[in-house]
């Protein structure tokens, strides 16, 4: 079955600077890969995805990049602020089917 | 409603307890997912429903646990004979349907503490 792997495990920046998560997974029939973002004692909640027929995609401060043939995703956020700071989860599926997780990353924005 | 909808909240349940978690999805969305998702970890798999029709139920760690969604909208998840290693967030989420858009939307958990 699919497996995720997301690095890092821990993120701390400078308000301001620019971080990056990134994530592998194993499925190469894997087409829809959603990040979610998950305070404390909240639920995640989507920030973006990208499916597969698409390479980039950008929403205000956040990107999202896939490579299909090295089978990696990749999450940034510029100009971070402190409240960014949460856990970032990556995801895979297909086709519809059961997201798999990635083990997440505490992103610290310090100011 | 205006989104996945949970109860309870938080229960606390003795060692052996049987308990009964209630998800409401997102009006009209026939995709309906579980999740278990222990502390400091992401959300892992536990079945899947398309209506009232469960698809995939690989990820229930053992026949305590059962779930359904006999009309095809709200879902039960019932944990039997609980344990302490079934402590934990039980996330259920929907999406519209499997092929348009993927799209899926999480509730704010069941917070389960087995003691």
């Known amino acids: 079955g699919e497996n995720v792997e997301q690095h890092p495990s821990t993120l701390s920046v400078q308000e301001g600077d620019s971080a990056v998560i990134k994530c592998t997974y194993s499925d190469s029939a894997s087409n829809y890969f959603p990040w979610y973002k998950q305070e404390l004692g909240k639920r995640p909640q989507l920030i973006i995805d990208i499916r597969s027929n698409v390479g980039e995609k950008k929403d205000q401060r956040i990107a999202v990049t896939l490579n299909k043939t090295a089978k990696h995703f990749s999450l940034h956020i510029t100009e971070t602020q402190p409240e960014d700071s949460a856990v970032y989860f990556c995801a895979a599926s297909k086709y519809g089917n059961k997201l798999v997780f990635g083990a997440g990353t505490i992103l610290r924005v310090k100011s | 409603g205006a989104g996945v909808s949970q109860s309870p909240r938080y229960k606390v349940a003795k060692r052996g307890q049987d308990v009964a978690l209630r998800c409401d999805p997102i009006?009209?969305?026939?995709?309906l997912f579980w999740y278990q998702q222990a502390l400091g970890q992401g959300p892992e798999f536990l079945t899947y429903?398309?209506?009232?029709?469960?698809?995939?139920k690989s990820g229930l760690p053992s026949d305590r646990f059962f779930a359904e969604r006999p009309e095809g909208s709200v879902s039960t998840l019932k944990i039997q004979r609980t344990q302490q290693e079934d402590s934990a967030v039980y996330l259920c989420?929907?999406?519209?349907?499997?092929?348009?858009?993927?799209?899926?939307?999480f509730g704010e958990g069941s917070w389960l503490t087995v003691v």
């Open positions: 429903f398309q209506n009232e029709a469960q698809l995939d």
């Open positions: 009006s009209g969305h026939v995709s």
């Open positions: 989420a929907s999406s519209q349907d499997r092929f348009s858009g993927n799209t899926i939307y």
